[in-house]
């Protein structure tokens, strides 16, 4: 089900602040597998952040971002696996 995972900042977004998100994420792509990553948005998907592919192993990613206008559900972060394969491609 989408999205992944949510989490609920503290406080609403400010439009035009610098923002730093660290996060750790794993993901191996099983064989036949060669679409699917693990991405983040803002905002409830309104502005995409960060992805990774095929992390080996538990990884720590940051990214620094400007919060635009677009808000599609409030202070919120999902994380979301896309392109998720079929059960055949493991």
Excluded at 47 to 53: D, F, G, I, M, R
Excluded at 66 to 80: Q, T
Excluded at 82 to 89: E, G, I, W, Y
Aim: hydrophobic share 30%; aromatic share 10%; with cysteine.
């Amino acid at each position: 089900s989408y999205p992944h995972h949510t989490y609920k900042l503290g406080e609403d977004w400010e439009i035009g602040a610098t923002y730093t998100l660290i996060w750790c994420a794993e993901h191996k792509r099983g064989t036949g597998d060669t679409n699917s990553s693990l991405a983040v948005y803002e905002g409830g998907g309104s502005q995409h952040l960060q992805a990774v592919v095929n992390t080996n192993g538990k990884v720590v990613s940051k990214v620094t971002f400007v919060k635009n206008s677009a808000v599609a559900s409030g202070p919120i972060i999902h994380f979301y696996m896309l392109n998720r394969p079929t059960a055949d491609k493991g």
